[in-house]
């Protein structure tokens, strides 16, 4: 079986309208690729901290000795593993939650997930595309940069060039239509999950 790495960043849970638009896109790609089976990290649920100084020393050894096999690194090789990669993720502050920052931290290992060679950089991941999936409450107009930034990491330093971005915005503005919104964008998440 091929895997779907599911990077859950919807906070909110239950509540969260992105893990509604998450959970259509999953359901339409198993549907059109019987080959594939989801894992699904939920960021709510791990004790993921902060890289603080401690954390990136112990991380620069295990590094230097070319030695992954403390549990720190089983996100990165979960990440590396994957066939194809989904994030969830809110606009927050014109980003993203912090909780999905952390996880990124944590999957980009140099000499693990990528080589970085000065003029160019050696990816060491499977997947070759990836999908974010949003909502916000207002309207992202060119201040995207939880998607600019993970089209920007995944494209450079994992070789994943090519993250689809499937949105529903102003779902917080008075007299929103929600429910229209967020099948609008369940239809545009149904187009490129059967791709
Ligand atoms: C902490 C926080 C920060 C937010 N920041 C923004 C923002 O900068 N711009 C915006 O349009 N909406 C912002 N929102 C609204 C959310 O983007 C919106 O409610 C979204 O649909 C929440 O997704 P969810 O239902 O999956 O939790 C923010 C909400 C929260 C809780």
């Given at each position: 079986m091929r895997t779907l790495l599911f990077i859950n960043a919807c906070v909110r849970g239950e509540r969260s309208r992105t893990l509604r638009l998450c959970k259509k896109y999953l359901s339409t790609y198993l549907a059109y690729h019987p080959d594939y089976e989801i894992e699904e990290v939920t960021l709510n649920d791990i004790q993921l901290r902060p890289q603080d100084r401690d954390e990136l020393d112990r991380r620069d050894e295990f590094i230097a000795e070319g030695d992954f096999s403390d549990p720190m690194f089983d996100l990165a090789k979960q990440f590396m593993d994957a066939d194809h990669i989904v994030i969830g993720a809110p606009y927050w502050d014109?980003?993203?939650?912090?909780l999905l920052k952390i996880y990124l931290e944590r999957v980009?290992?140099?000499?693990?997930?990528y080589h970085f060679f000065g003029d160019h950089v050696d990816a060491h991941v499977s997947a070759e595309r990836a999908v974010y999936i949003m909502t916000a409450g207002?309207?992202?107009?060119?201040?995207?940069y939880g998607y600019d930034y993970v089209q920007g990491l995944f494209s450079f330093l994992?070789?994943?060039h090519r993250t689809d971005l499937v949105k529903a915005e102003g779902l917080d503005i008075e007299g929103a239509d929600v429910e229209t919104l967020l099948e609008t964008a369940m239809r545009e998440a149904e187009e490129i999950a059967k791709e």
């Amino acid at each position: 079986m091929r895997t779907l790495l599911f990077i859950n960043a919807c906070v909110r849970g239950e509540r969260s309208r992105t893990l509604r638009l998450c959970k259509k896109y999953l359901s339409t790609y198993l549907a059109y690729h019987p080959d594939y089976e989801i894992e699904e990290v939920t960021l709510n649920d791990i004790q993921l901290r902060p890289q603080d100084r401690d954390e990136l020393d112990r991380r620069d050894e295990f590094i230097a000795e070319g030695d992954f096999s403390d549990p720190m690194f089983d996100l990165a090789k979960q990440f590396m593993d994957a066939d194809h990669i989904v994030i969830g993720a809110p606009y927050w502050d014109l980003e993203f939650p912090a909780l999905l920052k952390i996880y990124l931290e944590r999957v980009s290992v140099s000499e693990l997930t990528y080589h970085f060679f000065g003029d160019h950089v050696d990816a060491h991941v499977s997947a070759e595309r990836a999908v974010y999936i949003m909502t916000a409450g207002g309207y992202t107009i060119g201040k995207n940069y939880g998607y600019d930034y993970v089209q920007g990491l995944f494209s450079f330093l994992f070789g994943i060039h090519r993250t689809d971005l499937v949105k529903a915005e102003g779902l917080d503005i008075e007299g929103a239509d929600v429910e229209t919104l967020l099948e609008t964008a369940m239809r545009e998440a149904e187009e490129i999950a059967k791709e």
